[in-house]
């Protein structure tokens, strides 16, 4: 590629790598109320902590390469996410059916502490060469964060005796709320006379401010059956 004069290379080359994705079990148990309706419950594990990458040298996979510093920090700040979901559906009467459920998600992320020392996920990846020589170690302990996820939902149907059938469904979820700061902690200087310099005077920590976020959605649906 040629651009003002200047010629510019580009290599093309293939790369090729495996990813494993996490391990997860799926539980379920339902009740059936007769004609009335059905009771639900699901519960699924997902353990985060066994992603990882793999990489392709000299026509075999292996575990020591330039994913190093994304499968440990994997391995140590990822963990098991719990997802409970509950439901039911009852008829109403022969033609319309209504329906409800409630989800519950826990946060997979940790971090570690000691009391005197808290190191979370962006603290281990700088200072990853002095964890994977062994010159840091991580605390003892370690917590989930408590950011939970739910959602709920409400529906209703109908079918008619012969083809027709509409669905009606509104889910709303609700996420964690977050933290943001701008920008870093700052200070303010003055003028010192004696050194004709600036030097600092006051430190101030930078505002943050809570993001709430939650995701409403609805569907219709209308169709007729041949």
């Known amino acids: 590629i040629v651009y003002n004069n200047v010629i510019f290379r580009i290599f093309l080359f293939n ?6 994705t996490p ?20 519960y699924e594990l997902t353990d985060y902590s066994t992603i990882e990458y793999q990489e392709w040298e000299a026509d075999q996979y292996t575990f020591s390469s330039v994913f190093d510093q994304t ?6 700040f990822a963990g098991c996410r719990h997802e409970f979901r509950v439901g039911l559906e009852a008829n109403v009467t022969p033609f319309i059916s209504v329906r409800g ?3 519950l998600s826990t946060c997979p992320e940790k971090f570690y502490s000691d009391g005197l020392e808290t190191v979370y996920y962006n603290d281990y990846v700088a200072g990853y060469d002095l ?38 469904a509104v889910k709303n979820t609700v996420y964690p709320v977050q933290k943001y700061s701008p ?16 030097i600092q005077d006051k430190w101030y920590e930078a505002p943050t401010f809570d993001c709430v976020r939650s995701l409403f959605c609805a569907a219709l649906t209308i169709g007729w059956k041949f």
Do not use: W
């Open 15 to 20: 790369y090729t790598y495996t990813y494993i």
């Open 23 to 42: 391990q997860s079990l799926t539980l379920g148990l339902a009740y059936t109320l007769g004609y009335y309706g059905i009771l639900s419950f699901d």
């Open 101 to 103: 459920d409630f989800t």
């Open 131 to 168: 964890y994977s020589l062994g010159q840091k170690t991580l605390p003892m302990n370690s917590e989930y964060f408590k950011d939970n996820t739910h959602s709920f939902s409400l529906g209703v149907g109908y079918h008619s005796a012969r083809a027709f059938y509409a669905d009606l």
């Open 71 to 76: 499968n440990q920090s994997m391995k140590h």
């Open 183 to 198: 920008y870093g902690d700052y200070c303010t200087f003055k003028y010192n006379q004696t050194t004709d310099q600036y």
